[in-house]
């Protein structure tokens, strides 16, 4: 699939508005406001944190050329600014990394020193066609393990990987039973925060356990990118009910 500019993938949400499609709404205000730097302003990170920016977080959207951030944080609003991605390691409580997975070592050697105590979201899919054999490795493992190899010293947390972006530009708030989002984390009190986050987004999240976990939601799993909800994300990976 061709990978859509910054302005592009804003130009979606703007044409999707225009033909009726459910745009991005407003949640409610978020009950504890953090700062959340992100690392990766693409298609997931830029979609995520426009939603979390409109529900009253801080947020911080860095690129290696921040100057291509503008019309992102304009359509942010005030509670958005841009940087670079060592901004937005240093800015954010919480860091969402949406970079490539192939850049996640990189990322990690760069920055998981900023981070070192923080609470920290990966989204990352490994792709060996994108990534090349650490993606394979990384999927033989699964990312929750393969991610905290390459972020030492975070809280790390798997979540919001098995959303396309578009599910997440498209479904937000949705009215009735919302989409339900798979969790994984080995920190009880990070697992709690990005939780809220998920709540925050526009989401319903779903606590699958340690990240040892993780694996059950990674690609081409029976609830990556399907579109359940959280009962139905509940009763594939046989998790207890809510
Ligand atoms: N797109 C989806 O529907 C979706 C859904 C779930 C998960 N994901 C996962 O989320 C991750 C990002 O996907 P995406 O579709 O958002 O990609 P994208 O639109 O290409 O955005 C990725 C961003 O990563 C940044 N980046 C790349 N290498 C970097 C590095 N070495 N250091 C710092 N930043 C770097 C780039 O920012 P600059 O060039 O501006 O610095 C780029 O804007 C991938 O792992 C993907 O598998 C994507």
Redesign the pocket.
Same mark, same amino acid.
């Not at 690392?39 to 979609?47: W, Y």
């Not at 989204?123 to 792709?127: A, C, F, K």
């Not at 919001?160 to 997440?168: E, H, I, T």
């Given at each position: 699939m061709a &990978?859509?500019t #910054?302005r592009d993938?804003l130009a979606l949400i703007t044409v999707s508005a225009a033909a009726g499609v459910r745009p991005i709404r407003l949640g409610a205000q978020a009950a504890t406001p953090r700062r959340i730097g992100i690392?990766?302003? $693409?298609?997931?990170? $830029?979609?995520l944190g426009l939603l979390w920016a409109k529900a009253g977080h801080e947020v911080l959207f860095?690129? #290696?050329? /921040?100057d291509?951030?503008k019309d992102l944080v304009d359509k942010a609003g005030p509670n958005a600014r841009s940087g670079f /991605?060592q901004d937005a390691a240093a800015f954010g409580d919480v860091v969402l990394?949406?970079? /490539?997975? $192939?850049? &996640?070592p990189? =990322?990690g050697k +760069?920055y998981a020193a900023m981070m070192k105590g923080k609470v920290v979201i990966d989204? $990352?899919? /490994? #792709?060996e066609d #994108? +990534?090349g054999p650490m993606a394979a490795d990384a999927m033989a493992r699964g990312t929750g393990v393969a991610s905290a190899e390459y972020l030492p010293g975070v809280r790390l947390v798997r979540a &919001?990987?098995? &959303?396309?972006?578009?599910? =997440?530009q498209k479904e937000a708030h949705r009215a009735g039973e919302k989409l339900g989002v798979p969790v994984a984390g080995d920190d009880a009190e990070a697992v709690k925060i990005v939780a809220a986050l998920v709540t925050d987004a526009g989401f319903d999240p779903v606590i699958v356990g340690g990240l040892s976990r993780a694996k059950e939601f990674d690609?081409n799993t029976p609830v990556y =990118?399907k579109g359940l909800t959280a009962k139905q994300i509940r009763e594939a990976l046989k998790l207890p009910p809510a």
């Open positions: &990978l859509l #910054r993938i690392i990766g302003s $693409g298609q997931q990170g $830029g979609s860095s690129s #290696r050329h /921040p291509q951030l /991605p990394i949406a970079v /490539p997975y $192939g850049a &996640l990189q =990322v +760069d989204v $990352g899919n /490994p #792709r #994108r +990534d &919001l990987s098995a &959303l396309s972006f578009m599910q =997440v690609r =990118v």
